[in-house]
């Protein structure tokens, strides 16, 4: 009877996030539930993706340590509704593979069926017809085939998996939101995609091409507002997870609050992106945010498949940028936009993933943050390397860098020929960033700041301590607003900590200082900062 080793485990865990990424095209081209924003396979993959990171970060001679990085890479890269999902799945294989030393068929069964029962506990309103229906079926169809006298790894990922198609191919009789568009489930397929690969590794089977997409599901829906995809991700929480499941279910729907390893896991699509996370933050220590316009990505799935039957143009753009309203600010811009900033870089995969979703041949990467250029350096010479694409890094180092060059971005032209002009923007472009300071310090700059203090910085530099975010803002615009300084826009986006009230007081005070400058604010701005602005 074969059994595998915690190594082989690790490497069957790889092997089918490869798989995976073969089919997440596909699977994103099915997404119609709960809302068709067509990301179901980028999320399900970003969330293997962080298990893999993880298995690479630690001793995979033991099985203990196998199965954290399973339930501990999976919830901190979960992604998305499915990727969520999925994150409980493997935290429930994790929770049977503690306690062994190798996965043997008894240990397989044990797994697929917590892991089903982890994912139907996680979510408020279980929904049939999703990737909760298929991992429930795959379970059984191995429970089933190991009480027959299956005694094999490769037997019984195979009775689970075809239990799991059969279940899929269910799916539109159980969701009419499926039926009427003519799809299966993008999560349930996904999940499939992932079974799929591990019998692909037991059995030694090489990658398969990927599929040809031929339609998009999201077409059978009209343009309406569906909300923001709302996650947050803390630390040194206390508080029971079904209090704050009952905090922040008033907020909206398609709720997941979920824990692992001292973490907690949240995702909401919700109409009050900014008032959800005030809430949720007083539980802990905030680690990390993300809210993403789901009705402009379903907008931008239908430019896209609308553009489809014609050449891309010679050059896209790819930008870094944390927080939701700067995120919808660079989209607006032309920018496939990658999460990610100070504090939460986005990895070489990730780049290389917005890379890939571009048509266009050339493509300008804008890393906007110093730590990320690196690494956008790296995705661009692996996107030579592997997709054929020209990709010409603008190693901008701020926000406001970023901002201004995308505003000189024109896809109609190469790129040689527009970087003169998006160089020039950036480098006369000024970030000011008013944020809280992490511990206590000496410093060169300003000297003593305490913890928790207001401390206001320019293009990246610390400048200056204030009692209050707003009295920061001010200062740095006086410090940059000398009378020869040309700048005639502000753009103003404010943390998720401000309210509109405090938001309008601030717009009053801006006009009645800087009547010269016209000011332009929006709410979404990165949850470490009270307010980012940019002047060009």
């Not at 119609?32 to 990301?39: A, R």
Request: with cysteine; hydrophobic share 45%; aromatic share 6%.
């Amino acid at each position: 009877m074969r059994t595998l080793s915690p190594e082989e485990l690790a490497q069957a865990v790889r092997y089918a996030t490869d798989w995976f990424a073969v089919y997440v095209e596909e699977t994103n081209a099915l997404n119609v539930y709960p809302v068709p924003d067509g990301d179901t396979g980028t999320n399900m993959h970003l969330t293997l993706q962080s298990v893999r990171r993880e298995l690479d970060l630690t001793d995979t001679a033991r099985m203990p340590e196998v199965a954290r990085a399973l339930a501990y890479g999976s919830l901190l890269g979960a992604r998305g509704n499915s990727g969520v999902i999925l994150s409980q799945i493997l935290k429930g294989y994790a929770e049977v593979l503690r306690r062994r030393e190798a996965l043997d068929p008894d240990a397989l069964v044990d797994a697929l069926k917590r892991g089903a029962e982890a994912a139907y506990r996680a979510v408020m309103k279980p929904v049939e017809g999703t990737i909760l229906t298929v991992a429930r079926a795959a379970a059984e169809g191995a429970e089933a085939a190991r009480g027959a006298g299956v005694d094999t790894l490769e037997g019984l990922l195979q009775a689970a998996q075809k239990a799991a198609q059969k279940a899929l191919e269910r799916t539109p009789e159980l969701l009419p939101v499926l039926k009427t568009a003519g799809v299966v489930d993008a999560g349930g397929m996904g999940y499939l995609r992932f079974l799929e690969g591990l019998l692909g590794f037991l059995e030694a089977r090489p990658l398969p091409e990927p599929p040809k997409v031929e339609r998009y599901a999201q077409e059978a829906f009209e343009e309406e507002e569906y909300g923001y995809c709302t996650e947050f991700l803390m630390e040194g929480v206390e508080a029971p997870i079904e209090e704050i499941r009952r905090a922040v279910a008033p907020f909206g729907d398609s709720l997941l609050v979920v824990g692992a390893e001292g973490f907690v896991k949240g995702h909401i699509h919700t109409n009050e992106p900014d008032a959800l996370l005030a809430t949720v933050a007083r539980y802990g220590r905030m680690r990390r945010t993300k809210v993403e316009d789901m009705s402009e990505q379903h907008s931008e799935i239908l430019a896209a498949v609308g553009a489809a039957e014609e050449p891309p143009p010679p050059t896209g753009l790819v930008a870094v940028a944390p927080g939701w309203g700067l995120a919808k600010a660079f989209r607006g811009l032309g920018a496939r936009v990658v999460a990610g900033g100070q504090t939460q870089n986005p990895s070489v995969e990730d780049l290389l993933d917005a890379l890939r979703a571009v048509p266009s041949e050339e493509v300008v990467l804008l890393p906007n943050n110093k730590n990320v250029i690196l690494a956008a350096e790296r995705a661009a010479a692996l996107a030579g390397e592997r997709l054929g694409k020209r990709v010409r890094v603008l190693p901008t180092r701020t926000l406001g860098a970023g901002l201004a060059a995308a505003v000189a971005f024109d896809e109609n032209r190469p790129a040689e020929a527009i970087l003169p002009a998006m160089e020039a923007a950036a480098e006369h472009a000024r970030t000011l960033e008013v944020t809280r300071a992490s511990r206590d310090a000496r410093t060169e700059e300003v000297g003593e700041v305490s913890e928790g203090q207001v401390i206001g910085l320019l293009d990246g530099k610390l400048k200056l301590v204030a009692e209050t975010p707003e009295e920061a803002l001010l200062e740095l615009l006086r410090l940059v607003l000398v009378p020869e300084a040309e700048y005639e826009v502000l753009t103003l986006f404010t943390g998720p900590g401000m309210i509109p009230e405090a938001s309008e007081a601030l717009s009053q005070k801006l006009a009645a200082y800087f009547p010269e400058l016209e000011t332009e604010l929006h709410p979404g701005g990165p949850e470490l900062y009270d307010l980012v602005a940019v002047l060009e």
